[in-house]
């Protein structure tokens, strides 16, 4: 096991551990509020490329007939959902998919498998490592950065991956969820964004 897996391994299990009654009461509230599923479940691409499926908690309700998904995301996300995301506490069950070794707790974020045919083969280069719950883009400007800024981090993070980095970019994620500055919305990317 490398000295990056084990950290990823030590400090997903303490926090899951630490977490689990209040992420049992945020799955109540949201059970009684948008109803089921409690989860978001979403197919992406991991390292190699290879499809996972990611898990979050539920921000949305679903799409009432006539409403297109992507359109309406704006107006389908409720009052719990926006302080989950505006918290960071909707991507706590990503730590379970970091337990798996989907993913790492730091890395590029993982995007869309739609997104795939539109990269080009330097910013393919993302996939070579494992996505990560937090990542270089998202502490280093978020959604200050272009699209094809966000992607040159990520590549940029490929090659110059060490555990010092790692470490560096944790404690500004924590530092940015903690003091509620600068929150991502997860790079939360409409389709119309990405130039590819």
């Not at 059970?31 to 499926?53: H, N």
């Not at 944790?170 to 940015?176: P, V």
């Amino acid at each position: 096991m490398t000295l990056k897996r084990a950290l990823d391994v030590v400090v997903s299990a303490l926090v899951l551990l630490v977490v689990a009654l209040p992420m049992a009461a945020i799955a109540v509230a949201i059970r009684l509020t948008m109803g089921r599923p409690v989860l978001f479940r979403q197919t992406r691409p991991g390292r190699d490329e290879a499809l996972f499926t990611l898990c979050k908690f539920r921000t949305m309700r679903a799409p009432r007939p006539g409403e297109e998904a992507l359109a309406t995301d704006a107006e389908r996300l409720t009052r719990l959902g926006r302080w989950l995301r505006r918290t960071s506490l909707d991507e706590l069950p990503t730590l379970w998919n970091v337990l798996r070794g989907d993913m790492s707790l730091v890395g590029p974020r993982p995007l869309l498998e739609a997104y795939l045919p539109r990269y080009s083969a330097e910013q393919r280069r993302r996939h070579e490592v494992r996505p990560g719950v937090t990542g270089l883009a998202q502490v280093q400007g978020r959604n200050d950065l272009s699209w094809e800024e966000q992607l040159a981090l990520d590549v940029w993070y490929v090659d110059h991956r060490s555990f010092t980095l790692d470490l560096a970019v944790l404690g500004r994620t924590l530092f940015a969820v903690v003091s509620g500055t600068g929150v991502s919305q997860e790079g939360r990317a409409t389709r119309d964004e990405f130039r590819g």
